[in-house]
Structure formats: C-alpha cells, structure tokens
C-alpha cells in the first residue's frame, strides 16, 4: 500500500468517527429529551409522543413562566414546588428555576 492509499483510508476512518460521534451526540441528546419530557409530565396524563417538539418546548416554558409569577403572586409556598417540578424536569438554570 503507497502512502497516497493510507492517507485515503486513514481519512475515511477519521470522517467514519465524526459521523458516529455526531450520531451519537444525537441520540444522546434526544434521550435526555425524552426523559425530561417524562419526568415533567403529570403522572396521570399519558406522554405524547407526537412530533412538533420545538413548539411543544416553546409551549411549556411559556406556560411554566406563567404559572410560576402566578403562583408566586397567589401562594408563596407554591414557588418551591414548580421549582422542584423544574428541577426534577432537568432544568436547573435560573430562567426556569
């Protein structure tokens, strides 16, 4: 094998690895999803599992910004348990929290 062939072959391993990290980081991160959408769902009610994902998330951080001013005007002891609903959803930072 000439050093042109090596170069060949040793190049398409390396593109073989970034297309596999990158599937992976992928799938990684649309597992993390689903689990998040898991635990912040209520119990009671069935997971959807519909697409449109995107809005979906744009849906409940709206509706959990409103539904934590609101309970923080109405019952200050209510702010602890969306905080821990959040917190249990996976989200941590301080704009969900």
Same mark, same amino acid.
């Given at each position: 094998m000439d050093l042109q062939a090596l170069i060949l072959w040793f190049g398409l391993a390396m593109v073989g690895v970034g297309v596999a990290g990158g599937? =992976? %980081?992928?799938f990684s991160e649309l597992r993390v999803r689903s689990l998040r959408k898991a635990r912040f769902q209520d119990p =009671?009610?069935? $997971?959807?599992?519909?697409?449109g994902e995107v *809005? $979906? %998330?744009?849906?409940v951080t709206a509706s959990? *910004?409103? %539904?934590g001013q609101q309970a923080a005007v109405r019952d200050p002891s209510k702010v602890s348990d969306v905080r821990m609903r959040l917190v249990r959803a996976g989200f941590f930072g301080r704009e969900a929290a």
């Open positions: 599937g =992976a %980081l992928v =009671a009610s069935p $997971i959807d599992t519909g697409r *809005r $979906i %998330l744009g849906q959990v *910004r409103r %539904l």
